[in-house]
């Protein structure tokens, strides 16, 4: 328990958390990535399909959300 409070603590000092969700992670596989495209999607209000194209150009949700804000609002 006390590990799991250390850890998560790095992980928000870090930057690698947003609100109540982890935005660096690998996304190795489906459900990761279904995660990621979901997280994106509520984040903009944008469509799935938008969302995941995101996703996979920029290889992890900070990068897509951080690449949108800069470009598109």
């Known amino acids: 328990m006390i590990l799991n409070i250390i850890t998560t603590t790095v992980m928000i000092k870090?930057?690698?958390v947003k609100g109540?969700?982890?935005v660096s992670m690998?996304?190795?596989?489906?459900?990761?990535?279904?995660?990621g495209t979901r997280m994106?999607?509520?984040?903009?209000n944008i469509q799935r399909k938008a969302a995941r194209i995101l996703l996979h150009q920029h290889g992890c949700i900070k990068k897509a959300l951080?690449?949108?804000k800069q470009n598109y609002q």
Not at 40 to 44: F, K, N, V
């Open 26 to 35: 690998q996304l190795k596989n489906k459900k990761l990535i279904e995660r």
């Open 40 to 44: 994106i999607d509520e984040e903009l």
């Open 66 to 68: 951080e690449f949108y």
């Open 14 to 16: 870090l930057g690698r």
């Open 20 to 22: 109540n969700k982890m």
